[in-house]
């Protein structure tokens, strides 16, 4: 296997577990949140695909699916918002957003991603497409700033799941 083709994997893997965690929840689920400045399912779902989504498009120099397709315009949202800094009413906020919606958002970054991954070369995982960052390679950043990041959040909606007693993994 190339190492396209295992970042590839991991990363379809990633989106995959993120769409299955939050399959069928109630909107009550994905609102809920253990205390008033903890980040409820819905946000890091949100965040999650958001952050990745600005990521990836600021890599293939192009506008991000939030701005192309003006989601922030749908949500009502700043149209640079992805979640850091955010206050609690900005999180309550995001959380309260249609999840269908918010879904729809994700798998087209999703698909852009895969699109974006699919377009490299293996010697392009040692491009450093950021002048400003020397060190880090196309291929350290796709580990840190999407795969990593995404699995960080993966495991913060599993543990909210958990407090509310549902668990993470579907019975088959």
Do not use: C
């Not at 296997?1 to 009550?28: P, W």
């Amino acid at each position: 296997m190339k190492a396209i083709q295992f970042i590839e994997m991991t990363i379809g893997n990633m989106h995959q577990s993120l769409l299955s965690d939050v399959e069928g929840l109630k909107n009550e689920q994905l609102k809920w949140k253990p205390t008033h400045q903890a980040n409820p399912i819905a946000f890091l779902f949100w965040h999650a695909a958001r952050a990745e989504d600005e990521t990836v498009s600021e890599w293939r120099k192009k506008d991000s699916i939030w701005k192309e397709n003006q989601w922030y315009l749908k949500f009502k949202l700043d149209e640079k918002s992805y979640g850091t800094d955010f206050q609690e009413a900005d999180v309550n906020k995001i959380a309260s957003l249609p999840f269908h919606q918010v879904i729809e958002y994700a798998e087209k970054v999703f698909r852009d991603t895969q699109i974006y991954i699919q377009s490299l070369d293996e010697d392009k995982l040692d491009y450093t497409p950021n002048p400003e960052r020397p060190n880090w390679t196309t291929a350290q950043m796709l580990n840190s700033l999407v795969i990593s990041h995404g699995w960080w959040h993966i495991g913060e909606i599993r543990y909210v799941k958990g407090l509310q007693g549902i668990p993470w993994q579907k019975k088959s």
